[in-house]
């Protein structure tokens, strides 16, 4: 049996993949390297104890894909490439070469009790809640959970799974932050904006893995289907290292597609820490409103606050000054996936049966999505640049500048009040636009996953001009096409995308919600190819890895 065995080679920046020709004396054999594994026989203890016998130890168990989470030295590699217990392999994404200490040690700290007060939230009316806003959160699906209530308007899945649901975790942590209303908690971790509907579109599964031509046809979805579900925000924690000009990067066209469709673009700095330029692509876009994280230092007042360390500093590679504000973004609690592959992996975070601990820009970007929520709930109709300006106007300055913070730390009490009273015209764009007509390989930067782009059983990396379907991707033609129902039908993502019900007509009684986590049923996979789907041939990633910030 050949099996499609993929391990992880170290660079400077990042973790390239190599598959079953990897040479183990690449990486010193002393190093010890965390690996998912999947099993070949899940009901028997073979996998684990070849694991013991070479020198490692399992971690975790990771039942969403029949295996374990472990660690073992990098001389062990080899025997177990060659074991039939062995199905699949990758690295879990923790293996790091800078400076910035990985988000996953945040886990064992308290978690943030203050930011809703630090934000000026507990100062809104409580008749501004974000209702009759809409926010799609472009992440890894959703989990059904009380926090919700009946405000997920539907579920959209870009990948194989075709249901929706998170078995990865980071996205319903996200939707959490947007628009949580704390029915678990007594209120004490509801989100930004507890009354808005929630869209949830998945271009991840159970690892994380995505690709930017995934991404662009999810937002390609939310154009083509903006008036149908009424979507006036979209909240965006994807990203890459890309270098790309701005002027003519896919991703920077189609958030400047979006935005100029009247839709507010809330995306992440990036958590790529000091030093300048780098800012994650699309966030480096002049357009859209980028968010960085800030250190509260368990304080309300804002005289301490301080830019996170891991938080990526401008300006853009481009000179374009980001972030543009800052929000929390340190053990932020949310909505919990259980059974998810960072529930399981990252026990720490687990904050009861029901919440999880967060840190990154990813959960800053959630955070200040439903803060832009909230403003459009106060004052219907303000077009995306009236909404940017209205929250960098009101962000409190910190003292690290704009490099770091931007205009400061957003701020919803005031947000809301200008709205209200007194709304700026909107500012006319002066920035080039982007084009859209670069490579689309170079707009993944070091973010390349892998698929089975032949058939053949083994992963092959998603590498140069092709989508991953495998397909020519020809920008400039691409940037050309209009996005409408028309050209969205003929489109070979209009028969992969999967749209569910969401639960916008039903009320779920608390007593319905015992035991339920994930859903099982997301197992119910449909390929991308004609080849055999199979979730080995993604790349494997933590929370903290380079797609999502």
Not at 188 to 207: C, E, H, M, Y
Not at 276 to 290: A, E, F, H, N, Q
Not at 459 to 479: K, M, N, R, Y
């Amino acid at each position: 049996m050949r099996r499609a065995f993929v391990i992880a080679t170290c660079t400077a920046s990042v973790l390239g993949i190599a598959t079953s020709g990897w040479t183990p004396s690449r990486v010193s054999d002393d190093v010890p390297i965390r690996l998912i594994i999947q099993e070949s026989a899940p009901s028997t203890p073979a996998a684990e104890s070849l694991v013991a016998s070479l020198g490692g130890r399992v971690l975790s168990q990771l039942g969403i894909v029949g295996g374990f989470a472990a660690v073992l030295p990098t001389s062990a590699l080899t025997d177990l490439q060659r074991s039939d217990a062995i199905a699949y392999a990758w690295p879990d994404g923790q293996v790091r070469m800078s400076d910035t200490p990985g988000l996953e040690e945040y886990d064992v700290l308290p978690p943030n009790r203050v930011w809703q007060d630090a934000i000026g939230l507990d100062e809104v009316g409580p008749e501004i809640t974000g209702a009759g806003v809409t926010v799609a959160v472009l992440d890894t699906g959703i989990t059904r959970r009380l926090d919700f209530g009946n405000r997920v308007t539907a579920r959209v899945d870009l990948t194989p799974d075709g249901d929706g649901y998170d078995e990865y975790g980071h996205g319903t942590h996200m939707a959490g932050i947007v628009g949580g209303d704390g029915a678990r908690s007594d209120g004490r971790w509801r989100g930004s904006a507890p009354g808005v509907t929630l869209l949830p579109v998945k271009v991840a599964s159970w690892n994380g893995a995505t690709d930017v031509s995934v991404v662009l046809a999810a937002m390609e979805w939310i154009a083509v289907h903006r008036d149908e579900y009424g979507i006036d925000i979209l909240s965006l924690s994807f990203g890459t290292d890309s270098s790309q000009d701005y002027e003519i990067d896919p991703l920077d066209f189609a958030v400047e597609r979006l935005w100029n469709a009247g839709v507010v673009i809330v995306a992440a700095a990036g958590n790529r820490g000091e030093g300048g330029s780098k800012i994650d692509k699309p966030g480096d876009d002049p357009r859209v409103i980028t968010v960085g994280a800030a250190d509260l230092h368990d304080t309300v007042g804002t005289a301490d606050d301080t830019v996170a360390l891991f938080s990526s500093r401008g300006p853009t590679q481009d000179g374009v000054a980001k972030p543009d504000l800052v929000a929390p973004g340190i053990t932020i609690v949310s909505q919990r996936a259980p059974g998810s592959t960072i529930d399981a992996m990252r026990p720490a975070a687990r904050l009861g049966k029901h919440h999880f601990k967060g840190t990154g820009t990813s959960q800053s970007t959630a955070m200040v999505a439903g803060v832009a929520a909230l403003v459009l709930d106060a004052a219907p109709g303000l077009s995306p640049d009236q909404v940017k300006e209205i929250l960098l106007t009101t962000a409190s300055p910190m003292t690290e500048g704009v490099n770091g913070a931007g205009a400061g730390l957003v701020n919803a009490e005031r947000a809301v009040d200008l709205a209200t009273t007194a709304p700026p015209d909107s500012p006319p764009p002066t920035a080039t636009p982007s084009t859209g007509k670069g490579s689309i390989d170079s707009s993944r930067g070091n973010t390349k996953p892998y698929t089975d782009l032949d058939g053949d059983g083994d992963p092959e990396q998603v590498s140069g001009e092709i989508d991953v379907l495998g397909s020519p991707f020809d920008s400039t033609a691409w940037a050309a096409r209009p996005w409408n129902a028309t050209a969205w039908a003929a489109s070979p993502w209009s028969t992969l995308t999967n749209v569910s019900p969401g639960w916008m007509s039903t009320v779920w009684p608390p007593d319905s919600w015992a035991g339920l986590g994930w859903d099982e049923n997301s197992w119910t996979a449909k390929s991308w190819r004609d080849a055999d789907w199979n979730p080995g041939n993604w790349t494997a990633k933590s929370w903290r890895a380079a797609a999502w910030n």
